[in-house]
């Protein structure tokens, strides 16, 4: 009957299909397209780690190559998960050791990862070639010494704000003299020096090296060093500039930087003196990307950095640009696609930058490619709200964060619906959203009209009930992962919506009304859902409407989780079980 | 007319002079929510005269506001607070113990727990403010709420450590040399405790003595031991402290013991403070009776020093 496309046919077309949601669609035609398409898929991303089994894709995958893992939830980035919660990269690999030997290319994030995964992978797969670990924690500096000495092929590695037990700089040392195949290290998020000699040594016989990404540990001297035996980096990230001036180092830095002539993107910068500045104004032409998050440098001197960078597509800065600096980023970076602003002082006892939201403003008018703002501020208008989405109706992501909660338009004193409602109506390609400010449930009504395309959303300290949740899950029809903190909804739009919750990979609730009673009944009603409680007291132990402190959810085919702690409880299915650890030990 | 809006949303609670016109015209949300206006604010402006003790309220009424809302959670009343000891403040914790807490941190459960209110009284603050940080600069610190703003704790730690520094002083070269090596401004440990779910870090630098040091654990710890054992909860050991909390703890079941740089398990108390913040790695409160074996390598270690 009809056509059959022979597989090798088929395997060639797929070849040219790299995208997993398009290879998700080619999976679901028929069993043969399935077949296929598992046996040619190389690249394999697994957003949630308990999901799915570590067994089933290996088994579904035997071709794999690269590996990407995402373990706990985003709230975790800042300290809304405690210690200990899950996330384990342990099983991960030692499945793929078994079934995957061919593994090349392992990316982790938010995951708890051993000493003992990081020599299981280096004995494991004689190829292996990528490690990535971006907010991963668990292991030690003896962990990434083992990944040094045994990778023969080891192309990159980096380390990217992990929390690593630092023992010490030898990790360097255990790079093999035979090894030249480097071309991306960071390991900026480790404390220890390292040995400059060692680290010269290896960047001069890696002549592929392309991207090194210092810790703060290493001086000028050592930068400069290192930037003459590597000028074709194209990233940079340097060490501490938190020395001395001397006129010497300068000049050879300046020269060290004019020779780096392929240099494309800058960070670290940690404690940079505006002294410094001029040593980096010869590769602020060529610069798509920089990153000055952690330099302390204040106004003017930053103008005169920025106005060089015309061809800037990245920046990320801190506050102490104020908006005057933003409007010369408005002027002179014309071709910017993502400007990320963090406050300089977390604690808004000392917050009196003057950074406004006319610095997003202004940016928004001038810089026509804008599509993705992270922006803290202390305080928001409406109609500078609708001013960027008139302006900048390509936005893909908008992360705006007032740094008050519950702060109004301070023009106005109206909620902030209005602005968050143009928006989500104006910038019909959002994809991802937070929204913080005062904001009742009609901001959500007109968000789950309008944000059709928002796969994330972030909300804290926002809406006045039940509505809000309503609204959310009742519209966006593109959402995968919702994360809430601090919001007065309670059960009921949850259990109505429980079917929503299937589609999405996950949700995320803490500090709000959600009651023990209700997370039992959505458990019950949706068996692919795993439902856990994370709650320092035992639900049992309190009435049924007793909110719990967090609850997640999340889609799985994987059943309840075997490794949880004491305090996570997922609600079983069976309800004569109620609730268990399924703690092994 | 913006000055006065600015006034009204003075949110860090520095104006000191708040009037029953500023407080009545704080937003229309707020307002509609209060089912007793005048009631709350009166309450709240007495208090706003004290400095110190403006803020905390006042942002109190925020949050509660947003407990007031009238969400359909069906008798949804927080019984099980009443269970907890109303000093246990696992609610917000000030920055000086978790907001620059890493990511592996286990930072306390961030709920906004509400008292059992009924809909006419003004429900209790559900932000029992712990102490100020040693660090706070303006007298009206506000709550400090966990995991809030959204920064990641590896950006916090790299701010923390960097303010420290004196950048540009060409003077404190030296200084600052040193601070760039191994040697943090901060200084992390994690504190375990024996059946606790949870791992709290905190930094050794806030307190300056045992006493400080062993009150604050008390305070983090103590919601673990209510409850189990009857007992009383915290840390300590004789000598250790002077506060009322010797009473209790005297027999305790608890002890607070340190690893040091040589990986040995140590008590805490035996070397002068400054010794201690050195070489302390971690912290671990366990039971009296597995802390014995301890007590002869102390000695050892110090017949070895000396």
């Known amino acids: 009957m009809g056509l059959r496309l022979p597989s090798k046919v088929l395997e060639h077309i797929l070849s040219f299909i790299d995208s997993n949601e398009d290879r998700n669609s080619v999976s679901l035609v028929c069993k043969s397209w399935f077949e296929t398409e598992r046996k040619t898929r190389k690249r394999v991303f697994v957003g949630n780690c308990y999901a799915v089994s570590p067994a089933a894709v290996a088994k579904r995958f035997p071709e794999m190559r690269s590996l990407t893992l995402k373990g706990k939830p985003h709230f975790a980035d800042y300290n809304l998960v405690p210690d200990g919660w899950g996330g384990y990269a342990w099983p991960w690999i030692e499945a793929m050791a078994a079934k995957c030997p061919s593994l090349e290319e392992i990316r982790l994030k938010r995951m708890v990862v051993t000493d003992e995964c990081l020599e299981k992978i280096a004995a494991s797969f004689k190829d292996f070639e990528v490690l990535v670990l971006t907010s991963c924690e668990g292991f030690s500096t003896d962990g990434i010494a083992a990944i040094a000495a045994t990778c023969r092929n080891l192309r990159v590695l980096e380390l990217r704000e992990c929390i690593v037990e630092d023992l010490g700089g030898d990790w360097l040392s255990y790079f093999p003299e035979t090894s030249t195949s480097l071309v991306s290290l960071d390991f900026s998020c480790l404390d220890s020096e390292v040995k400059i000699s060692d680290l010269e040594r290896l960047v001069s016989r890696s002549p592929n090296l392309k991207s090194l990404k210092l810790n703060p540990a290493v001086t000028l001297d050592g930068l400069v060093s290192l930037l003459r035996r590597a000028p074709q980096l194209t990233e940079l990230g340097t060490g501490s500039f938190a020395f001395q001036l001397k006129p010497e180092a300068f000049s050879k830095l300046s020269e060290a930087f004019s020779n780096c002539k392929q240099l494309q993107s800058l960070s670290g910068l940690w404690d940079v003196l505006p002294e410094y500045l001029p040593a980096l104004y010869s590769v602020c032409p060529g610069l798509t990307s920089l990153n000055l998050s952690y330099a302390t440098v204040r106004m003017p001197d930053l103008v005169e950095l920025l106005r060089r960078c015309s061809k800037l597509q990245k920046l990320w800065v801190m506050d102490l640009i104020e908006d005057k600096g933003l409007e010369a980023v408005a002027s002179y970076c014309k071709e910017l696609r993502e400007l990320r602003v963090f406050p300089s002082a977390p604690d808004l006892d000392e917050a009196n930058i003057p950074l406004t939201e006319q610095g997003l403003v202004v940016v928004s008018k001038g810089c026509r490619k804008l599509e993705s703002v992270l922006y803290f501020c202390v305080q928001f208008t409406n109609a500078a709200l609708l001013t960027i989405a008139r302006k900048r109706p390509n936005l893909k992501c908008f992360r705006l964060c007032v740094i008050e909660p519950f702060a109004p338009d301070y023009k106005t004193n109206e909620p902030l619906d209005k602005g968050f409602k143009a928006i989500a109506e104006g910038c019909k390609d959002l994809r991802r959203l937070s929204v913080s400010g005062l904001l009742s449930d009609k901001a959500f009504k007109y968000i789950g009209k309008h944000a059709k395309k928002v796969r994330m959303l972030s909300i804290a300290f926002a809406g006045d009930s039940d509505l809000m949740l309503h609204h959310l899950l009742s519209g966006c029809e593109s959402l995968k992962k919702l994360e809430i903190r601090d919001c007065p909804f309670g059960d009921t739009a949850l259990l109505e919506h429980a079917a929503k919750l299937e589609t999405m990979r996950s949700l995320w609730m803490s500090s709000c009304f959600v009651s023990f009673g209700a997370c039992k009944i959505l458990s019950k009603k949706m068996p692919r859902l795993n439902v856990e409680v994370i709650d320092e007291h035992p639900p049992e132990t309190r009435p049924e409407s007793s909110p719990v402190e967090r609850i997640y959810i999340y889609r799985t085919v994987a059943g309840p989780r075997m490794d949880t702690p004491e305090f996570v409880w997922t609600i079983h299915k069976n309800p004569e079980i109620g609730v268990s650890h399924l703690a092994i030990k | ?306």
């Open chain 2, 1 to 306: 007319m913006s000055e006065s809006v600015a006034a009204e949303h003075d949110y860090i609670g520095l104006s000191e002079f708040p009037t029953m016109e500023e407080a009545t015209t704080m937003s229309d949300k707020t307002k509609t929510r209060d089912n007793n206006n005048g009631l709350n604010f009166k309450a709240t402006e007495l208090r706003l005269g004290l400095p110190g003790s403006e803020s905390p309220e006042r942002v109190d009424s925020r949050f509660l506001a947003l407990n007031k809302s009238s969400c359909p959670v069906s008798g949804a009343k927080r019984v099980f607070s009443d269970a907890i000891n109303e000093s246990n403040k696992w609610i917000f914790s000030t920055g000086s113990t978790t907001a620059t807490g890493d990511v592996g941190s286990g930072s306390g459960p961030g709920s906004s727990v509400v008292k059992d209110g009924k809909s006419t009284t003004f429900p209790k603050p559900a932000v029992p403010v712990k102490e100020k940080k040693s660090s706070a600069t303006a007298p009206a610190s506000k709550a400090q709420v966990v995991g809030w703003p959204p920064i990641r704790s590896f950006r916090k730690n790299s701010m923390a450590s960097s303010q420290s520094q004196k950048p540009g002083n060409n003077s404190e070269t030296e200084e600052a040399e040193a601070k760039s090596g191994p040697e943090q401004p901060c200084l992390y440990v994690k504190v375990s405790m024996e059946g606790a779910p949870y791992l709290r870090k905190i930094d050794l630098k806030t307190y300056k003595s045992y006493l400080e040091l062993s009150s604050a654990l008390e305070k983090m710890f103590s919601c673990f031991t209510i409850g189990q054992f009857g007992s009383h909860g915290g840390c300590g050991r004789d000598g250790l402290n002077e506060s009322r909390l010797t009473d209790l703890l005297r027999g305790s079941e608890y002890v607070v013991t340190y690893e040091d740089k040589d990986s040995d398990w140590m008590l805490v108390g035996d070397v002068p403070w400054e010794m201690f913040i050195c070489s302390c790695k971690k912290l671990r409160i366990m039971k009296s009776s597995e802390a014995i074996g301890l007590a002869p390598r102390v000695m050892e270690k110090c017949r070895s020093r000396n």
